[in-house]
């Protein structure tokens, strides 16, 4: 049986995303830190399959769980492409638990994947904000201003070898004549 992570092992706090949970003391590897919960949904039930609200964790194609509670702190765990947690979700018992996959020291986010479902409606077109990704945008923003900086220094020295031409060849003239060019003179 997996360890359970005692009821202080977490807190809620600020995000980079709104609120997010944050440990509070070290939580090992593989260690149960919290369960999901909340109302059970059938989605047979019509009243049931048309409540919409960003805390619905599917647990099959029949049963959700509605984790908008405000007790259900486990809501407030946001997500990652490179996550320190998992979902354990056990769709018999209709339960769900979230489960390290790291160790995690105090003051990390704790955080999981929420699915390429959730991920493709809700999260790609406002862009992922999970640490990975920010630091993933951050580099690619720094390889198109090195970039636009190559270029503007390449057409810099371009303009400078047009100008350096230009004014070697006005050098080279003098009152309207070429100067130490053999000039050809008719007589």
Request: glycine share 6%; aromatic share 8%.
């Amino acid at each position: 049986m997996p360890d359970i992570a005692p009821r202080k092992a977490y807190r809620v706090g600020k995000s980079k995303t709104g609120l997010g949970l944050f440990a509070t003391m070290p939580i090992k590897k593989g260690t149960r830190i919290i369960r999901y919960f909340g109302p059970i949904l059938d989605s047979r039930i019509p009243a049931h399959d048309e409540i919409e609200n960003k805390y619905l964790f599917e647990l099959n194609n029949r049963w959700t769980i509605d984790g908008s509670v405000r007790k259900n702190l486990a809501r407030y765990i946001n997500h990652s492409c490179r996550p320190n947690a998992e979902s354990d979700v056990r769709p018999r018992e209709r339960k769900v638990f979230i489960r390290a996959i790291k160790n995690i020291e105090p003051g990390d986010e704790i955080n999981y994947d929420y699915g390429t479902d959730y991920f493709k409606a809700y999260l790609k077109p406002i862009g992922c904000k999970c640490p990975s990704c920010e630091a993933k945008r951050k580099k690619q923003r720094a390889e198109a201003r090195a970039e636009r900086a190559k270029v503007k220094a390449r057409a810099e020295r371009k303009a400078e070898k047009a100008g350096t031409k230009g004014t070697k060849a006005a050098k080279k003239k003098f009152n309207g004549h070429a100067v130490g060019k053999k000039s050809r003179a008719r007589a």
